[in-house]
Structure formats: C-alpha cells, structure tokens
C-alpha cells in the first residue's frame, strides 16, 4: 500500500474486538486535522473508493467494515476546549471515552450518563447509538451539543439545535452514512457522586417490581442468568457523600477475580463441554455478594470488560419490557440452549435523535451475549423473534438481521434520515455493506 498522506498506514487486515467482522482496506489513513480528514475523503472520491471511519472496534456489526479508504480516528485526539460558564466539552472524534472521563474529572466535570465500558471514541460511541442505563438521562448521543461533520465533499459542517438542526437531528447517531464526525461537543455538568447498590434478587421479584424499580432509582439495570431464577440487581443513584469507593481488594476479587478471571474460565469449560452450563451458571448467579459503596459517576457506571463475546441486543417499549423478558426465559427453558453469559437489562427514556433506539419512547434494552466462538446463531434468531414481536429496535452496533423494510416501520423518522443521507452523500462514499442492508441503496 502506498504512503499519500500524513499518517497513512501500510497495514491491511482490520478485525473488531470480537474479532467476528474483518475487513481489507485498500487504503488506511489517520489524520491529524479537519483539514487532512477533508483531503482523504476527496481523495477516495476521486479514486473511486468508498471511505469509512473506525473507532475501537467495539461493534459486533460491519458498521465500520471497508474494502476502501479506512479513516483511524486516534491522531484526532484534542480535547478542544472546556467551557465551564457554558456547560461543555469539544473534543476531537478520536478521543476515547476513557481519557474524556479522566480529564473532566480533573477539572470536577463529568457527563451525565455513561455506557458499562469506556474504551470507544467518542465519536464510535456515539453513532452507534451507544447507552447506559436511566430513568431520566439518555445515551451519550443525546448529551452531544454541537457536531463537526466532515462531507463527502470535503466541506465542513456545524450542526446544532440552532445550526443545520435537520443534520444535528440525524448525524448524533449517523452510523458512518451521513458524513465523518471529527469533532463533538457534550454537555458536562459538575462533577458528581453516585451510591451503587448491588444485590441479588430472584427473577420473580425482579419483574414484579420492574417498574417500580425503574420508576424510583435514577439508572436501575439488572442481570438475569440463564438456566437459573436468580438476577443481580444495579441501584445507583446520586449522593452527597461522603465518597466510599470500593476496598481495592474486594474491587479486585468482584470486578477482576470473579467477574474476569473465574467468569473466562467457566466460559471456556462451557464452550468445550455445553452440559457444565447449567451448573456453573448456578454458582456464578450466587458469586456476587450484595455491596454498596459511592464514587463518582464513571467509576460508578463503568465496570472493565476483559472476557470477550458476540452480542445481540434490542429496544423494545418500556412496557413491553417483562413480558418480553419472560418470553426470552422461557424459551431459554424449553430449548437445548447452554447459555454462560448473563442476559442484561437496561432502561432510557424517550429522545428526539431520528435513528435513535430510544426514539420518541421510553425504552428498555435487553441484551443478549455468547463467548467469543462458540456458536450464536439459534439463539440470537430465537431472541430476535421475541424482541421483533415486541415493536424492537435493534442496536446498530450488535448483531441483528433485520433490514431497511423492518427498519422503516420500526422508526417513524426512517424517511427522513435517508432523505438526509441521499441529499449529503448521493455518491454513497459512506456505503457498505451494512449500511446497504440497513438503510437500502
């Protein structure tokens, strides 16, 4: 591969986190300005090459997936500016969450809300529709302010609530087809402590008491282990302190020893004997004791991830929450299944971004995950029957067979978005694969 410009790459195979989507670009390149964004996006249009930009790989989709120009976000790694009098943060698409939480705390910032891990970009994150669990605060797109969006032209576009609102109402979670993010601005607020209660609890209780427990606490989310009645509940809530985070040891054995190290040991016993299953899901759904402690709020909403896995997860309407959960446990019952992972729920409220999963409802999110190579395939198509029966969304970034027919009906701003991406890229520089199936040609 040929060297054209600051910061291209001679490297050819790109794989995900889970390593279950591949690409061969032809050309990869990372840019360290708007304006070398600018001229790698006019150059792959006059090769005839499409461009796609990719953050870490966190999407279990080919969103990102390219045989063309692959754009590396990481040398777009500013952090622009910090506006305390006006409530905000600029940075640069390239910036990973991680870095963004720590130096907003440095300065007694934070964000408002926080997926459960932090190693995306911002700008990865937030097109993809990236969330975590809360009765009244969104995904991280919904907490985004200002957007710089790089055409396929090479133009550069602000768009706002007050600039190019009809952009600003798409691009927040764009999936890479309007344009390239290059930089954000979200809201920040002072920072702030969050009580975390963490308790097992039976399933029954659990969804009896769902709506209460999604009604009283600011972000409730639960875990269900399959082939058990036992679910770990997530109570946080914010505190004026004092702060108690959690004793580095008892962090370690919880978040490291069980949650990482035993939990990658039992999935590797189960995909190599499925009838263990059952039985370790038993003592992994009575490992995690009850804990409280208060932080603040990214330590609280984030947890590390080490284990890998494939994931499928759905939105569905607040209300059809439970009874879409049930449907998904009793399936689970009836089937020859051996699932090791913990199925986990989440709530949003409703937003006003076009391809949100939260658009225009209160959601709840339900996810479903496997080890990294073991077979997926029945059970996800099990679960998405359940989910598309309940009016569900799927997330952009997981895996989901669903396409531009079942999409359009799902959400009532489809038409605009598209509309969007034929008048901002009518040449399909932004097209794949993915976005074909998703959004039709």
């Known amino acids: ?99 963004l939480n720590a130096a907003l705390a440095a300065e007694g910032l934070s964000l408002t809300n926080m997926g459960d891990i932090m190693e995306q970009t911002v700008a990865g994150a937030a097109s993809t529709g990236t969330h975590g669990t809360g009765r009244d605060s969104g995904s991280i797109a919904a907490q985004i302010k200002v957007l710089e969006l790089v055409l396929a032209d090479g133009s550069v576009l602000t768009c706002s609530a007050e600039e190019n609102p009809e952009v600003f109402a798409a691009a927040r979670i764009g999936l890479g087809a309007l344009g390239v993010v290059s930089a954000l601005t979200f809201a920040v607020e002072p920072v702030f402590l969050l009580t975390a209660r963490e308790e097992p609890m039976a399933f029954d209780r659990v969804m009896a008491e ?26 946080n809530n914010r505190s004026h302190g004092p702060a108690r985070p959690l004793p580095t040891v008892r962090g370690w054995i ?47 909403f984030t947890s590390p991830r080490r284990v890998r896995f494939v994931e499928m997860e759905y939105a569905v309407p607040r209300e059809a929450a439970v009874a879409a959960i049930r449907e998904l446990k009793a399936t689970v019952e009836r089937s020859s299944f051996r699932i090791s992972f913990p199925v986990e729920v989440r709530i949003a409220p409703a937003d006003d971004i076009a391809l949100s999963t939260a658009s225009g409802r209160d959601t709840a999110y339900i996810a479903v995950h496997v080890y990294r190579g073991s077979r997926y395939q029945e059970y996800f198509t099990a679960v998405e029957k359940i989910m598309t029966a309940h009016q569900g969304r799927p997330h952009w970034g997981k895996i989901h067979t669903r396409d531009a027919g079942y999409l359009a009906d799902a959400y009532p701003r489809f038409g605009e978005f598209t509309a969007l991406r034929d008048r901002l890229d009518p040449g399909r520089l932004f097209a794949n694969d993915y976005l074909r199936r998703v959004l039709g040609e």
């Open 254 to 300: 919880d978040d490291e020893l069980l949650s990482n190290g035993v939990f990658q040991a039992a999935c590797t016993i189960g995909k190599a004997v499925p009838g263990t299953i059952p039985g370790i899901a038993k003592i992994s759904s009575r490992a995690l004791s009850a804990r409280n402690y208060c932080d603040i709020g990214y330590k609280v």
């Open 1 to 99: 591969m040929t060297s054209t410009m600051s910061g291209t790459a001679t490297r050819t195979t790109w794989r995900n986190w889970a390593g279950n989507v591949s690409a061969s670009p032809r050309r990869v390149v990372s840019p360290a300005s708007v304006d070398e964004l600018a001229a790698a996006l006019r150059m792959a249009a006059e090769d005839g090459l499409t461009a796609k930009a990719v953050g870490t790989g966190h999407s279990f989709t080919s969103a990102a997936a390219t045989g063309g120009v692959q754009i590396r976000p990481e040398r777009l790694s500013a952090i622009r500016s910090i506006d305390r009098g006006a409530g905000t943060v600029t940075v640069e698409a390239g910036v990973p969450l991680k870095q």
């Open 210 to 235: 769902f709506d209460q427990l999604s009604a009283e606490n600011e972000h409730f989310e639960f875990y269900w282990f399959p082939h058990t009645d036992g679910c770990n509940t997530k109570r």
